[in-house]
DNA sequence: TTTTTTACTTGCAATTTGCAAGTATTTTAT
DNA sequence: ATAAAATACTTGCAAATTGCAAGTAAAAAA
């Protein structure tokens, strides 16, 4: 058998790369963590700190000064539930959801290049992998969860 | 077409907490970086600083520091070529081996109750995919190298 | 031989991190 | 109804991680 982390290894760190490069992009000055923040927010439905903090596996303390960051950024907003005055609900500001949306589009044309090594087959069966190893990786109680969760 | 982008954020940060929990397996206090610094001189044959500092797209000073703490921890050792003064080759000690294995080993294992979720065919499907993937994504020159090179 | 390039190291100064300890609100006893 | 416990988040550190600028030493180019 093939030595799986090593292909999930290269297949991770190139992916990483392309983040990293992608969230540079549109001359804001953001931060790898700072995207992935972004991202978050704008996929999730009004989503508290905790929450998103738990997804990325940050620190809720760590979390808490990048959030105060994007704030001051205007790139997003914190209001206090009103039926929980403790937990805050994030959301993207516009200039939030430009930043999130370029970077996605980013993202996406990069992806499609690389998919386009590909033929057709080729390309939906590796779609259908990624979902497979998705589904596989949420079944396993194990692991691939936050590390301290 | 599906979100591409959301697929591989999904996995990689999946695979991104297996790793963190991994890394720090053993007993030994082994950040994440450090553990991809083992995992690299292990691969590489005779790599030199730069080599691996490149492979993992870190800066060359933080990557010199990181080697030291490493060598300080006597899991890394560092010789100067004798063709070239300049250049330090990198490998592991014993117990660097044994720790890298060790990563290694929990990786796999864990990557295998994952995969053991599928039945034979999918196993096949994904591991072929994720190879044509690693292709794919060397083939492209404008993605997924290192942020500065 | 001098100049330039390369491989790496150190000095900062800024950023990022997480634990401990705080505040404020809500939930759970009693 | 009130005290105690739990929850959501924030701030104070102090440590770790980062990268640029500037260094050393060796090799390659001029």
Redesign the pocket.
């Known amino acids: 058998m093939e030595n799986l982390r090593e292909m999930f290894q290269v297949m991770t760190r190139r992916f990483g790369f392309l983040n990293k490069n992608c969230c540079s992009t549109g001359g804001y000055d953001i931060?790898l963590?700072q995207s992935h923040i972004l991202y978050e927010i704008d996929k999730q439905h009004k989503p508290?700190?905790?929450q998103i903090a738990e997804t990325l596996g940050?620190?809720?303390?760590?979390f808490?000064?990048?959030?105060?960051?994007l704030i001051k950024m205007n790139l997003v907003k914190?209001n206090t539930d009103p039926d929980?005055?403790?937990?805050?609900i994030l959301s993207l500001t516009t200039e939030g959801v430009y930043i999130a949306e370029s970077i996605d589009q980013q993202m996406n044309a990069y992806l499609n290049e690389v998919f386009s090594h590909m033929n057709e087959f080729e390309r939906e069966t590796v779609v259908r992998s990624i979902k497979l190893l998705n589904e596989s990786m949420a079944k396993s109680s194990k692991c691939c969860t936050t590390p301290l969760g």
């Not at 940050?58 to 760590?62: E, N």
């Not at 808490?64 to 960051?69: K, L, W």
């Open positions: 931060s963590v508290s700190m905790q940050t620190d809720i303390t760590t808490s000064r990048q959030v105060q960051s914190k929980d005055k403790r937990v805050s």
